[in-house]
């Protein structure tokens, strides 16, 4: 038993007795499932714990608290109350409009219709209660874990698919016992007295214990034979009747699900403690200047009150706005809409954009998430001879060649091998025919099985029947029986690699590895569940770590939801990077919710995954996009964002702390009060926005040929300490002149001149940022600029028609006629931002990295993107493909990739069958004649 599961047991219900056709005498619960977050009573309360657990929310309410306090702020008292009280409503609405659609997921579930055998009409699911008896028909989910009491087919047998359950799409037989198989009539089910004793809910799936006592019968064991669970599908089964003993929550699939958890974003967490660390130190700064002073307490209110803004707030709306606008991107993105099925991309939230952009650890499930699981009949091999060979090009999926049934008519010397061929295809299989008019549906109990049968009949071999010992088969215009002797059936060897999850074989594979422990190698670990259960134990799960992380893929078989979302966890826990689990049924919400990015594909499996999601495609393939494009562009937006959003406000406040110098540290400003409330909100608002919505570094283009550069967002090359405090002491750099220079050098230090200064300076500055220039971004930086000259001339001649800043009449006339004025304009941002040029001239020059090449070749690209030429094959493309090919040619494989690449592959067809099944193959195939007509429920 695992240590991650172990703990959870020993909180395990305790037994449950359960009364057929009585009252049960203990309550309990009903099946009403929910993974909603929220509900209306819990939401203000919850939502508000959440909010003010960020560290920014906290130091803004404390910030706005002090403000209340009389005659301490020098800004207002409703300067960060107000910006707040919005950032918590937007923060709100966003989570009651993706709260609302998990009830409304939710709803629809509960509300679907199945049969209660007690009332024979319709009932809703979540009306279904333990002790009922409930029927399902073919193709239904089941709405409950319940026993089963009899079916449609011999011997109370069912047919079910777990793929919700543990992912596996081969049908799985479960049969009922042979006391209850007779029971199909409403009055002999009405009849039926006695109890069920079993365990209580617990999350083991391959596990059930109890015991059937009918009335005048001796007690019968049932074990995980006998038991449907909810979530799984009725397969090649026209009905079966079950007993309900779990319901809601209890069920097996809910007990496996994790709680619905709020998920952390790394960006948002690492720029709260450098903010922090960055608090402290001017504390410490003012702690030194004013230790000694009769009014320090006072004084420190003050402080903190006017130097808040150096972690800005403003950052928070910006950043919710930029974090929305870059998922209705992912929304929009043509190219990964399904057309197939009407399917486009779907960011369930704005959160985790930048998280994309991060992940090292990919969790994916792999039936319907990296196979479609759909086969067919392409090619096979006869007596030496190969048919269905087909083009390295060709797309089709379905066997076309015409030799094979040529050889046959022209008596080929293969004849005879062909047609026993093609009659073993028809003969040697456990599927069963349906008849829905003239048409016959094959049920499988794996697409590969279904896929050979239908090949057969397309070539004439066509499987119509089944009796307990014959097929019948249409082969070629003729009728055949074919008698099934005892040694006839069809048997697939595999070669499985099961690691013995023991310590002393853990300990020898970690030795083996010897100095590559921990670093990763080319080869992989295959486990299966049983086997993984011991491996998360406690005492060996850090071997199983150390061994996991060393390879360079890791194979998990047969596990369940529980184990899946263990694994997450473990390496979630256990190493510092960012983890994704995809998947596409319910058996994967465990992981998705545990990683730190889920994504769920709308496939086969239902909408459970996507509905528990954080992204949802309809297709693996555009993970790719998803990650190396969107993932990339929108770490590097947020990053740039956060990072000018510090930079400009330390710019503008430190000037303030290089004034207190001169001012002795009074609190007086030097700013106009209304410069200050409007320098975020107004004259440098746009240019962030442009940073976080319209930059990138690269095309889409250049981001899918160039895999590599995701590894610098991956490794947080645009985001960590180093860069932070680099940022931070540019600003300090630029406040000194920004200040000092006016003052000391033009004489002229105004605070509206200083202020013009700042605004120009961090315009160009962003700028300077900007890879992609776009009409949004000229407008940004060119338009702040003018935005605050019509502000100045406004302002200055606002009084007396508005009874405010009556000191400012006429300034503006002084200041624009004022000759140093316009000198210091070119001179002051000038010199700020030559340093910054010449920094990033010789970095271009000396040290080019990737990116910087991938940029040039863009440059030259576009320059020459109207130049047309002619490929090896007479093709017409542009310029910018013939430099990409002739790049290509230039660089290692590992770091180009062309999309044009076919790589030859070995084509084979795997066959999937129940291990130790509670029905044997050879009995479920004698215990069918479709020549027969099925039993009804009366």
Known sequence: MSGATSSADLDEAPARTIYLNQPQQSKFRDNWVSTAKYSVVTF???????????????????????????????????????????ILTVAGIKEIIEDYKRHKADSAVNKKKTIGKTEQSLTQIFKVAVGDIVKVTNGQHLPADMI??????????????????????????????????????????????????????NRHLYDFTGNLRLDGQSPVPVGPDQILLRGAQLRNTQWVLGIVVYTGHDTKLMQNCNSHSNKKNHVERAWNCLASAFCLLMSFVFWSTEML????GYNLLTFIILYNNLIPISLLVTLEVVKFTQALFINWDIDMYYPETDTPAMARTSNLNEELGQVKYLFSDKTGTLTCNI????????????????????????????????????????????????????????VVPERQGNKIIYQASSPDEGALVKGAKKLGYVFTGRTPHSVIID???????????????????????????????????????????????????????????YALSFEVRQSFLDLALSCKAVICCRVSPLQKSEIVDMVKKHVNAITLAIGDGAND??????????????????MQATNCSDYAIAQFSYLEKLLLVHGAWSYNRVTKCILYCFYKNVVLYIIELWFAFINGFSGQILFERWCIGLYNVIFTALPP???????????????????????ITQNADGFNTRVFWGHCINALIHSIILFWFPLKVLEHGKGFIISYYVVVTVCLKAGLETTAWTRFSHL??????????????????????????????????????CGYFWFGLFLVPTACLVKDVAWTAAKHTYHKTLLEQVQELETKTRELGKAMLRDSNGKSVNERDHLLKRLGRKTPPSLFRAHSVQQSVSHGYAFSQEEHGVVSQSQVVRSYDTTKRRAEIE
């Open 475 to 533: 082969a070629v215009s003729r009728c055949a029986w074919h008698r099934l002797p005892s040694s006839c059936r069809k048997e697939t060897l595999f070669s499985l690699f099961i690691l013995q999850a023991t310590r002393a074989s853990l300990t020898q594979h970690c030795t083996s590895l010897g100095e590559s422990l921990g670093k990763e190698n080319d080869i992989a670990l295959i486990i299966d569940g049983h086997t993984l259960k």
């Open 148 to 201: 089963i009491i009899s079916s449609s087919e011999p011997q109370a047998m069912c047919y079910i698919e777990t793929a919700n359950l543990d992912g596996e799409t081969n049908l799985k037989i479960r049969q009922g016992l042979s006391q209850t198989a007779s029971l199909q009539s409403r009055e002999e089910l009405m009849k039926v007295s006695g109890r069920i004793e079993c365990e209580g809910p």
């Open 375 to 430: 086969m067919n009949f392409k090619k096979c091999s006869i007596a030496g001879v190969t048919y269905g060979q087909l083009p390295p090009t060709s797309e089709s999926c379905e066997f076309d060649d015409p030799r094979l049934l040529q050889n046959i008519e022209n008596d080929h010397p293969t004849a005879v091998h062909i047609q026993e061929f093609l009659t073993l295809l028809a003969v040697c299989h456990t």
């Open 780 to 817: 940004a930086v060119w338009g702040s600029m003018l935005l605050w000259l019509v502000f100045f001339g406004v302002y200055s001649a606002i009084w007396p028609t508005f009874p405010i800043a009556p000191d400012m009449l006429g300034q503006a006339g002084m200041v624009l006629r």
């Open 589 to 606: 919400v465990g992981m998705i919710q545990t990683a730190h990015v889920g994504v769920g594909i709308s496939g086969n499996e239902g």
């Open 293 to 296: 002073s009769v009014n320090f």
């Open 689 to 711: 926005f442009t940073l976080g919505i319209f930059e990138r570094s690269c095309t889409q283009d250049s981001m899918l040929r160039f895999p590599q550069l995701y590894k």
């Open 44 to 86: 203000l309360p919850r939502f508000l714990y959440e909010q003010i657990r960020k560290a920014a929310n906290a130091f803004f309410l404390f910030i706005a608290l002090l403000q209340q306090i009389p005659d301490v702020s020098p800004t207002g008292r409703y300067t960060t109350l107000v910006p707040l009280l919005f």
